[in-house]
């Protein structure tokens, strides 16, 4: 049985390539397209890692980030999160971290880097 790794990303063409990338290598992807949604997901499901987008058609990812932080469920203070967003101006990455992820990585998303910053988390089955 494969890692549940929730991506909460509203862009279709990143989705299908995490997806495509993750499962490849035996993760399950858990798919969110708003951030309400992936923090609602997130809370509903058992979550190894979050891979959070920051520009987000509802809530940024600063916010899913803190919400995830701040839930009721516990294990969700812990469970790992990595930004990976296209915002790569000078302090976007301390933003991200002060949120509360625990890695950031820039877009274009490179494959190779993905797997290994989920790997590095959640080793593939």
């Known amino acids: 049985m494969g890692h549940n790794i929730l991506y909460i990303?509203?862009?279709?063409?990143?989705?299908?390539l995490v997806k495509r990338a993750l499962e490849s290598r035996g993760y399950i992807l858990l798919e969110a397209f708003t951030g309400m949604d992936g923090v609602t997901s997130a809370?509903?499901?058992?979550v190894d890692l979050v891979l959070l987008d920051i520009n987000l058609p509802d809530i940024d990812g600063y916010e899913v980030a803190r919400r995830l932080r701040a839930s009721s469920?516990?294990?969700?203070?812990?469970?790992?999160?990595?930004?990976?967003?296209?915002?790569a101006l000078k302090g976007d990455a301390e933003k991200a971290l002060s949120a509360g992820c625990d890695v950031y990585m820039s877009k274009p998303?490179?494959?190779?880097?993905?797997?290994?910053?989920?790997?590095?988390?959640?080793?593939?089955?």
Request: no cysteine; proline share 9%; hydrophobic share 50%.
């Open 109 to 125: 998303i490179n494959i190779r880097e993905l797997w290994a910053r989920v790997e590095a988390f959640v080793p593939a089955p």
């Open 43 to 46: 809370e509903q499901n058992a």
């Open 73 to 87: 469920k516990h294990n969700l203070a812990y469970v790992p999160i990595i930004a990976i967003t296209a915002n």
């Open 9 to 16: 990303e509203d862009n279709p063409d990143n989705m299908m």
